[in-house]
């Protein structure tokens, strides 16, 4: 059953920000690392941020560091990502995956998301 809910995908013009959420009832067991990952079309799903929930520590990917912040808010079991200073190569599929070591390699991560639609235009 799908434990893991992603929202807040939308169309934005270049310069823009968007906050991707992910949800959960409860979070899984043995989830204790949240990540994003996005997949464009053509492309190889790629690593772009992770959280760990109980110590708060943070990962960025080279590309999206100082544009992008990863959150977690406890009370309502909801991991953000806010994207800020959008471009049009961050066009693609953002997914949230849960498990339990952080990492960048989706093998880490046992749980994920549907995916939710990030397009950018120029």
């Known amino acids: 059953a799908q434990q893991l809910t992603e929202s807040g995908g939308g169309s934005v013009q270049a310069g823009g920000s968007l906050r991707l959420s992910c949800s959960a009832s409860?979070?899984?067991?043995?989830?204790?690392?949240v990540g994003w990952f996005r997949q464009a079309p053509g492309q190889e799903r790629e690593w772009v941020s992770t959280i760990s929930r109980g110590g708060g520590s943070t990962w960025y990917d080279a590309p999206i560091m100082g544009r992008f912040t990863i959150s977690h808010v406890a009370t309502n079991n909801t991991v953000h990502l806010q994207m800020n200073s959008l471009k049009p190569e961050d066009t693609a599929m953002y997914y949230c995956?849960?498990?339990?070591?952080?990492?960048?390699?989706?093998?880490?991560?046992?749980?994920w998301g549907q995916g939710t639609q990030v397009t950018v235009s120029s």
């Open positions: 995956a849960a498990g339990p070591k952080c990492g960048s390699r989706s093998s880490q991560y046992t749980y």
């Open positions: 409860a979070w899984p067991h043995n989830s204790n690392c």
